[in-house]
């Protein structure tokens, strides 16, 4: 098997390589390190990297397994962190200035159930400041590029997670996803990203942007992969008092209760949402789902195009509530106990002014405002009771369309990964551009910010290439912890669509490919 | 004048309300904290199953309707021992609402009414440098478990408010609740008054004032806000009367105008996303009615009539449970109630009375209940005299001897055997033959002359009672023969 690239290489068969002596877990890890040394340069998806700690955990494991042990079903897998989650020890600033230098510590609940299952933290990768963007240039620290056109955005707010696996600096990576943030990224570097169902996941350890819609979720090359992180990960967590009683744990027997993904989808009940096929969505990128949804016909679902408006209202309804919640989330970067702190003050106010004025980024700023206006005595039943209506609305209809439909399909974003420009992007509106640049980003999440209001599953996967050569992604729902339906449906169409694991070529020599 | 009351008080779990860190009193500065209580970036509250049965046994204990379903809210606002720039408090949907508590005044009993009881997490502590211009902050205190009390505006004088504050003092105490020390801080009160000009049906402006920080300084503040309140207005001048938040000055005896910032807090309350609904079901609910022990006001009636107590004596014994207890349990030794109560509620507390918080709280009763027991009887027996017996019982506070060892060490014990005695008298009349000669000539008072010379003679140590009757003897004897 040594002549198969690794980041070709499924985790199973990685495993089974460990198992077969093929290769050292310091082989790879060193292998994966390499690569970040030499191409990230030109990506920038990594904030940290974590060479030695990565090392020193690949030693351990091949000590372990030298012994015959087994290592977890994530055993030698290296990972890549978003920077908004925590992880002990670990410098973890939310792309920020605010919280440059933080250093948590414990470990979020995910990060502690990935390590659990054998696999090693690789380093921490870049995203837009405190997950409030869709293209990662609204990060304090760095840019990242789209490693299929390096001129192009990665996509956001998990840009730096979705192209550590893209470009094969990670087998895996976690995101974060409250409009969008893990399926976008995911379509705009051709991998697979999975937002499970609210509660699914434990949300301890991540540094909440809107608590009610904020997910964690992985990211990989494959489904299969994604699946067994998520497998890992997922269950009742005591230190977070809204992760779910009823999610279904690991089988007792071992083996995957994903195993019936590869059953096939014969009599699955697809839907095809006709708002999302309108002039809002790029020809190229319609046209590629929608062939997808045409192939998932041919491999015996019964596919069905109907109407669900909820994501134009739905998109507004989230900006209100994802402001709200996080304005007072964000309250707590202060200046007091960590983080940035201002050297320019007098008394208590200009302390916690000076501080979060220079710490906090444009875009975060923004939102705060938004936020606290929207919570405000003037504008609390205008805007946020409203659009707590809405959602609750959009929730009944999402319900309802679950009842006919087992899943659902729509584009993962309306448009193709465009240039990095980051003024432009980043803009609010000026005279003579129809909309600012602030808003068309907004528009990003047009298909997914709804799910996050229902709090349903939803994943991403490459369902094609546009005539340029960047991946188009598509988006699959379904209803409350029905990631099962999820996965049997996409890895049936990652198999028949036949362009998993492509990897892109990036300048510069690969070294494994 | 029309008082309503707001109070916190501190509720008596082991753990904060939403971490599991030690929710104790005078540990070192920020050594109970966690990621949780302290908002590192990341966690999330996970409410203490105690504070809800706490706060839900204040409802029972105050008579308020339990809601099946409550919940959290965050309240908005920077301040630097507030740790998320929220709290998190109960604003929309409090757990209990709509009870009372009972007083006596001089018109008889009047029922002060409680609006709401709702549950949230207090801040932490700022305190200020001694040798530096700086703030220190202690966070231990951020996150114990709070629950607010707020009256409806029944009360009408400052006596009624002091009377409202013993009662719930004595109620909370006596059900585990809190330990409602104003002086530690577990409970904490401001106080709403508006005065009103007799026949005006409208109330008056309502003026807020903090900094409250024993019983009598709620007194003295009310009324010494009633008097700038009616000055302003028999002068004209209620305009200047304005609705606003004082701080009561206790060094100067006076309310003064707080600070006022430019714009009112706008806290922005909404739900809290990151905590279920609160729900009590009726079967929690009778669970924990069952653990409620009988309330000051039962016991008061218990008292009165089972151990025939006055109302008055009942309700001093009553104040508190522990102190209630002890009585019992002196009680249970085989002392005669009227006995016990007599010794508690005069010389126990005169005692006690050096190291009680203003408020009336008991510090520890260093006296051992069965030791006590003992010394009433040894009392009673006449083993010592009365006076004796006080003395005994001071030691006794302050050292860890039982009243036997003191007795023999002082040399207290009375003398009461009649051989003794009559050797004594025999010694005194032979010495005061010329007041025999009074007596046997009809001058009765002269006893009391004589049985001072008793006394002096046995050095206190005759029992008066039993060397009176003696005394009286042998002089009947004399004037018989």
């Known amino acids: 098997m040594r002549h198969l690239p690794i980041g070709h290489m499924t985790i199973d068969e990685i495993k089974k390589c460990y198992i077969n002596k093929e290769f050292s877990v310091k082989e790879i890890i060193s292998g994966y390190l390499q690569r970040i040394d030499s191409l990230d340069g030109c990506v920038g998806a990594f904030i940290t990297v974590c060479d030695d700690t990565a090392l020193k955990a690949a030693g351990e494991l091949d000590e372990r397994l030298a012994l015959g042990e087994d290592i977890g079903p994530l055993g030698g897998i290296p990972v890549a962190i978003k920077d908004n989650i925590c992880t002990r020890g670990i410098e973890t600033t939310c792309a920020s200035k605010v919280l440059a230098g933080y250093i ?27 997950a409030m963007g869709s293209s990662t240039e609204n990060s304090a620290v760095k840019l990242t590029r789209n490693p299929w056109d390096l001129k192009k955005v990665p996509g956001g707010s998990s840009g ?33 990203g999975l937002k499970p169902t609210y509660g699914a996941i ?10 009610s819609l904020d997910h964690i979720g992985p990211m990989a090359r494959n489904i299969k992969d994604c699946a067994a992180a998520f497998e890992v990960m997922r269950g009742y967590d005591t230190h977070d008092s809204t992760s779910a009683h009823n999610v279904p744990s690991s089988g007792s027997s071992g083996a995957s209760c994903f195993s019936d993904m590869e059953e096939g989808i014969k009599g699955l009940r697809v839907g095809v949402p006709e708002e999302c096929f309108g002039t809002a969505t790029d020809n190229e990128v319609a046209d590629a789902v929608l062939a997808s949804a045409k192939l998932l016909e041919k491999l015996g679902a019964k596919v069905e195009k109907f109407s669900l408006p909820v994501f134009d209202p739905g ?40 501080t979060r004025t220079e710490g906090f980024g444009r875009e975060v700023k923004r939102r705060i405002m938004l936020g606290t206006y929207v919570l405000s005595s003037n504008g609390y039943d205008a805007y946020y009771m409203k659009a707590l209506q809405r959602s609750r609305k959009i929730r009944d209809l999402f319900e309802n369309a679950f009842r006919s439909y087992d899943i659902l ?30 808003q068309r980003q907004a528009r990003s999440d047009i298909y997914t910010a709804a799910m996050n209001l229902a709090g349903l599953p939803a994943l991403s996967m490459q369902c094609g290439f546009s005539k340029t050569g960047l991946p188009i992604g598509l988006q699959l729902a379904a209803g409350h912890f029905a990631e099962d339906k999820l996965f049997r449906a996409a890895f049936s169409l990652e198999l028949e669509l036949g362009i998993a694991g492509r990897m892109p070529l990036l300048k510069g020599a690969d070294q494994y490919v | ?29 920020n050594k109970n904290t966690c990621p949780v209580c302290l908002g590192l970036p990341g966690t999330l509250p996970v409410l203490n199953k105690e504070a809800v049965r706490l706060a839900v046994k204040a409802g029972l204990a105050l008579n308020c309707r339990i809601n099946a379903s409550s919940r959290f809210d965050r309240k908005n606002y920077f301040y630097p021992d507030l740790p998320k720039g929220y709290q998190i408090t109960q604003y929309y949907s409090p757990i209990c609402e709509n009870g009372f508590i009972d007083i006596e005044t001089a018109q008889g009993a009047k029922k002060i009414h409680i609006s709401r009881i709702h549950m949230e997490e207090d801040a932490g502590k700022l305190i200020h440098a001694e040798d530096e211009p700086a703030t220190l902050i202690d966070y231990n205190r951020a996150g114990i478990p709070l629950i607010e009390i707020v009256t409806e505006p029944d009360m009408n004088t400052s006596d009624e408010a002091a009377a409202f504050l013993k009662a719930l003092k004595s109620i909370l105490e006596y059900a585990g609740i809190s330990d409602c020390r104003m002086e530690q801080g577990s409970l904490r009160c401001d106080v709403n008054v508006s005065v009103r000009e007799p026949g005006n049906r409208k109330f008056g402006t309502k003026v807020e004032i903090k900094n409250l920080n024993s019983f009598r300084d709620v007194q003295k503040a009310i009324e010494w806000e009633q008097r700038r309140q009616e000055a302003l207005l028999m002068t004209g001048r209620s305009g200047e009367i304005i609705r606003e938040t004082r701080r009561w000055d206790a060094f100067k005896g006076e309310t003064l105008p707080m600070r006022t910032k430019e714009d009112t807090d706008d806290y922005r309350y909404f739900p809290e996303p990151d905590l279920p609904l609160v729900i009590v079901d009726n079967e929690l609910i009778r669970s924990i009615s069952d653990e409620l022990p009988e309330l000051p006001r039962q016991k008061i009636e218990r008292f009165a009539k089972d151990y025939m107590l006055s109302r008055y004596d009942a309700g001093i014994l009553a104040r508190s449970r522990h102190l209630a207890d002890f009585f019992e349990e002196v009680v249970s030794f085989g002392v005669q109630p009227k006995e016990a109560a007599n010794w ?33 009887k040894m009392v009673i027996e006449g083993k010592i005299s009365r006076q004796a017996g006080k003395e005994v019982l001071s030691d006794l506070a302050a050292s860890g001897r039982t009243p036997g060892q003191i ?69 009947t004897y004399l004037r018989l023969f």
């Open chain 2, 407 to 475: 007795i023999e060490e002082r040399g207290l014990a009375q003398i009461s055997g009649e051989e003794e005695l009559n050797e004594i008298i025999k010694c005194v009349l032979a010495e005061n033959a010329d007041a025999v000669m009074e007596y046997k000539n009809g001058n009765m008072k002269i006893n009391s002359f004589l049985m001072g010379c008793i006394m002096k003679a046995s050095k206190g140590k005759a029992n008066p009672n039993k060397a009176k009757e003696l005394l009286e003897k042998a002089l």
């Open chain 1, 160 to 192: 730096g997670s979705a192209a550590a696996v893209a470009a094969g600096f990670a087998q895996l990576s976690l995101g974060t996803d409250t409009g969008g943030s893990i399926r976008q990224p995911a379509s705009f570097c051709g991998v697979v």
């Open chain 1, 315 to 354: 998109l507004s309804a989230y900006q209100i509530i994802s402001s709200a919640e996080a304005s007072s989330n964000l309250s707590r970067y202060d200046g007091i106990r960590y983080g940035y702190r201002t050297d320019d003050f007098r008394d208590i106010d200009e302390l916690m002014t000076g």
């Open chain 1, 202 to 211: 434990s949300r301890y350890g991540l540094i909440a942007f809107a608590s």
């Open chain 1, 104 to 130: 948590p510590p414990y470990d979020a609940t995910a990060v502690k159930r990935l390590k659990e299952a054998g696999a090693i933290i690789i380093g921490k990768t870049n995203m837009d400041e405190f």
């Open chain 2, 344 to 376: 508690i509620t005069v010389e126990l507390l005169r005692l006690m009375k050096n190291n009680t918080d203003t408020d009336g709280s008991m510090a520890e009763i260093t006296i051992n209940s069965k030791d006590l027991a003992e010394l009433i």
């Open chain 2, 1 to 29: 004048m029309i008082i309503g009351l707001e109070i916190h008080a501190e509720l008596n779990t082991k753990s904060k309300i939403f971490c599991s860190c030690p929710a104790e009193f005078g540990a070192e500065p």
């Open chain 1, 409 to 438: 399909i729509t584009p993962a974003s309306p448009v193709l990964p465009y240039d990095i420009r980051k003024e432009e992007n980043t803009s609010p509106a000026s005279e003579g551009s129809a909309a600012s640049g602030q």
